[in-house]
């Protein structure tokens, strides 16, 4: 029970990468943070974040009689794909013409809040086959997501995009390892 609820943090922090990655840049084209703009944006990236896994996991469930022989793989493979997705855009070199608008309205926020929120699709379809409680899962998630995004805009504000490489790779890797763990316990040669 614990492993499985530390696996769901670490789960719910690595996804979050994104959203606080994106927030820290928000952060940095505001002159000041405003606590209306912090709490729209934790809404937004921790909302959708909680939204994608639980529609990912409903459609993994659907399906889930078909692919219980190969599961482990599924989940391995999406985690591994993801988590190396992250390490690698942590890499890539910043569009400057892509620098983002300081606005919070619906028409800048949702764009970015479905574009974080794609891998946490991903995530929910992994959730399916693992032993998890996919309320707490989703819940976590969003609240996780929610609270480094709002950190985020302060972090972006005050020290500026020095974070956001080191966060980003740290939760690629984290990913990785779930998956790797995942396998690894499946095919027996460990035991959790």
Same mark, same amino acid.
């Given at each position: ?5 530390i696996?769901?943090?670490l789960i ?23 606590t ?7 809404l ?8 994608f896994?639980l ?5 993994a ?5 078909y ?11 999406l ?7 992250m ?10 013409n892509?620098?983002?608008?300081p ?14 929120? *794609?891998?946490a699709?991903?995530?929910?379809? $992994?959730? =399916?086959?693992?032993q998890s409680?996919? @309320? +707490?899962?989703?819940?976590? *998630?969003?609240?996780?997501?929610g609270?480094? $995004?709002? =950190?985020?805009l302060?972090?972006?504000? @005050? +020290?500026?995009?020095?974070w956001q490489?080191?966060?980003?790779i740290a ?16 095919l ?5």
């Amino acid at each position: 029970m614990i492993s499985i609820i530390i696996q769901t943090l670490l789960i719910s922090v690595s996804v979050a990468m994104d959203a606080f990655a994106v927030s820290i840049g928000k952060g940095l084209t505001v002159s000041k943070v405003r606590t209306r703009d912090a709490i729209k944006t934790a809404l937004w990236f921790g909302g959708f974040q909680a939204l994608f896994p639980l529609l990912g996991y409903f459609a993994a469930s659907a399906f889930s009689s078909y692919v219980t022989e190969f599961d482990h793989w599924i989940i391995f493979g999406l985690l591994a794909f993801i988590g190396g997705n992250m390490v690698h855009e942590a890499f890539e070199e910043p569009d400057e013409n892509a620098r983002e608008t300081p606005q919070f309205d619906w028409k800048h926020m949702l764009p970015l809040a479905v574009a974080c929120s *794609i891998d946490a699709f991903a995530v929910g379809v $992994s959730l =399916a086959f693992m032993q998890s409680n996919v @309320v +707490f899962a989703v819940t976590c *998630i969003g609240v996780v997501t929610g609270l480094f $995004s709002a =950190a985020g805009l302060y972090i972006g504000r @005050v +020290f500026g995009s020095r974070w956001q490489q080191p966060s980003q790779i740290a939760g690629g890797v984290v990913l990785i390892l779930i998956g790797v763990k995942v396998l690894l316990e499946h095919l027996g040669i460990i035991a959790f």
